[in-house]
């Protein structure tokens, strides 16, 4: 390429989230890709953005710090367990544990049916069953291992629907 080719060309490296892209070319063929980029990449990912379910861990925790706890030993309902339904004592666990593991305090973000069995205090038949009911309304995800974690959906509903109820029948302790 001659000198004044060289002089003349633009190289534009754009990085949006994953999405990158270079432009190379004169100033003005650059400039309008640019815009092209923008105008098409950011609407999209806004929009996405506002369908995408996410949890805002730091509000979760806030949330939750009197209900939950992360000890060395696990994860520690606060709550006398008498007091919750077996899908809400099952469902805090699960959440103790995602937020334990989000935070680095342990190693997993799951536990297995035998864990969760001996959380409940119920025999095996009652865990695996209100596991098979929450599992089912897409709250709690069996993995490939055969253990059990809380999906985003059922961190949101406990967040937003379970809490409320848990705190009132709580309310006096």
Not at 64 to 75: C, N, S, W
Not at 130 to 137: D, Q, W
Not at 138 to 150: A, F, P, Q
Not at 159 to 164: D, I, K, S
Request: proline share 3%.
């Amino acid at each position: 390429m001659s000198k004044s080719k060289e002089k003349d060309t633009v190289t534009v490296h754009v990085k949006y989230k994953d999405i990158e892209q270079t432009f190379t070319g004169n100033a003005n063929d650059v400039w309008i890709s640019v815009n092209r980029f923008f105008c098409k990449m950011i609407p999209v990912f806004d929009l996405a953005r506002k369908i995408t379910l996410t949890v805002d861990l730091h509000k979760l925790v806030e949330d939750f710090r009197d209900v939950i706890a992360i000890a060395p030993e696990g994860p520690q309902l606060l709550i006398p367990r008498q007091k919750l339904t077996g899908s809400e004592t099952l469902l805090l666990n699960l959440l103790a544990t995602y937020i334990g593991y989000k935070i680095g305090k342990l190693e997993r973000e799951w536990l297995t049916r035998e864990e969760l069995q001996a959380k409940l205090g119920k025999s095996m038949k009652i865990t695996s069953t209100r596991l098979g009911e929450l599992t089912r309304e897409g709250i709690v995800l069996k993995t490939e291992e055969g253990n059990y974690k809380i999906t985003t959906k059922g961190t949101k509903q406990l967040q937003q629907e379970m809490l409320p109820k848990i705190r009132m029948k709580t309310r006096n302790l």
